[in-house]
Nanobody, 117 residues
């Protein structure tokens, strides 16, 4: 079955950087776009970034443009989210997901990013 395992989160000061990783298995990775989502406490989950199957297409939430970079390695079945100039409002649990997702796809455990001084 589809498995997505996020990692790389942590506690960072405002202005700091983190690199999130997502390991995928259970499907033909190169046939799917991939997305990063986040859910802040008390808020709805939101789409942060997505990337096309070959990595040439990327798109970002307006509030993270210029600060976050999504990338993928199809040989390793991995996607990444490079985050710089982090702000307290970036604090959330970050999740990856394939696109399009099937109704049976289960959300992973996510990785917590906390931006605080």
């Amino acid at each position: 079955q589809v498995q997505l395992v996020e990692s790389g989160g942590g506690l960072v000061q405002p202005g700091g950087s983190l690199r999130l990783s997502c390991a995928a298995s259970g499907f033909v990775f190169s046939s799917f776009g991939m997305r990063w989502y986040r859910r802040a406490s008390g808020k709805e989950r939101e789409l942060v970034a997505d990337i096309g199957r070959d990595g040439l297409f990327t798109n970002y939430l307006d509030s993270v443009k210029g600060r976050f970079t999504i990338s993928r390695d199809n040989t390793k079945k991995m996607i990444y989210l490079e985050m710089i100039s982090l702000k307290p409002e970036d604090t959330a649990v970050y999740y990856c997901r394939r696109s399009p997702a099937s109704r049976s796809d289960i959300w992973g455990q996510g990785t917590q990013v906390t931006v605080s001084s």
